[in-house]
């Protein structure tokens, strides 16, 4: 036996992030032990379903594993579920766990994703104690709010991104009454164009979501036993009664331990283009970091499956000794009704929008602009433009947006072959 065998890498979160970078160690060459801690009582699971089929009733808690519990053993990852790690000591090299064991390492990676934000108004704290108001990121967090889904309840939703929407489009499904409140003028607005945020509000008052936005929740009302919330309350005096709250306003980053720990943290904890933090046998991976992007020529933080599993196998390549720096075009999904939307690339700065097929078919594209370069696209129930348009904006080809808006010319025919 070589030293080598002796040496432990352990993961701190499990979720999409953890369980790639587990087995991705493995098949890079590491040989000795790998301990994988979740604070969730479960595998790594996929956490996009919990606001489509899973809220729906459609896929069941199994199906939502990310590798089947042989996969794990195959590779002779060591898993212990259903507890905190409440310390890092980089001196000793040691972390502590919720009941108070301590785990010696030789690497270290941080995949503790994020939590949700929480609305911050009177009576939100009573609230959050209470049976109908829910945050979304586990899957106790859906199945506490699914049993609530009954025909007819009325439902508030506090936030119109895409957590928000998804919910909507399900829970209306499901025939409960839904408002939606949003603060901003228009729903994804921190994502999309107006003109996409215009076709989602259509879309969702079609099905009979009822959409609020410019609207500021003040406060929320409780029942008279406290132990529930009736009512929602708006800055601007109104007062949406509720048998059910649920709000999605953005992700606070885990990165408690990482702080306490003294590595640099700046909304998000700081790792370079191989997932590595300011020590350099510990690493982190997914939602909690903030991380270079070349093509992007910036730091960002993203919260997407694809860049959990990308940075996962960058962490596990370097911690291997293997060199494939981070360099990804982001990309993300949304599901509502029948409209399946992906979206590549960041649309920030963007100074033309083509639109590429027709909004009313329910099949077109969005291309995002900045002096004739395609930034972003968002895709909308058109898989193989999807694709075309990742390598578009990876390989900066130029075009012109009048053959990006000739939907009767294929795009493939308009790329180089490649
Ligand atoms: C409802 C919902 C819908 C989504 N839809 C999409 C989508 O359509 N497409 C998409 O790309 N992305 C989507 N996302 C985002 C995606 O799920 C995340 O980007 C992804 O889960 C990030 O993976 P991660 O490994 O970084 O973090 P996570 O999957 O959040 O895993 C982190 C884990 O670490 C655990 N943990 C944290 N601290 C500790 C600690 N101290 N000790 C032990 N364990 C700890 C957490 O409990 C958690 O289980 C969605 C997210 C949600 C919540």
Redesign the pocket.
Known sequence: MTEEIYRTAVI???????GELATSLRDNGWNGRIIL????PHLPYH??P???TYLSGSATAESLLIKPPATYQKANVEIISD????RIDRQTKKVELANGELIRYDKLVL????RPRPLQVPQSVLAAQSGNFHY???MADVDAMRRQFEPNMRLVIVGGG??GL?VAAVAIKAHLKVTVLEAFPRVLARVTAPELSAYYERKHREAGVEIRTGVQVSGLEMDGSGDAVSAVLCADGTRVPADLVVVGIGLIP?TE?AEEAELAVDNGILVNDHAQTSDPDIYA????TNHPNASLGRRLRL??????LEQARTAAAAICGKHKPYNVVPW????QYDLKLKMVGLSQGYDQLVIRGSMDSDSFSAFYLQDGLVLAADTINRPPEFMLAKRIIAEQIRLAPEQLAAASVPLKSLLPTS
């Open positions: 701190i979160g499990a979720g999409h992030a953890a801690i979740g604070e969730e956490r996009p919990l606001s489509k507890m905190r790690v409440l995949t503790t994703g994020g979304l990121r586990t895409y957590i998804e885990n331990l991976a997914g939602d909690c919260e997407s499956v694809p860049n959990a993300f999904w949304s599901d």
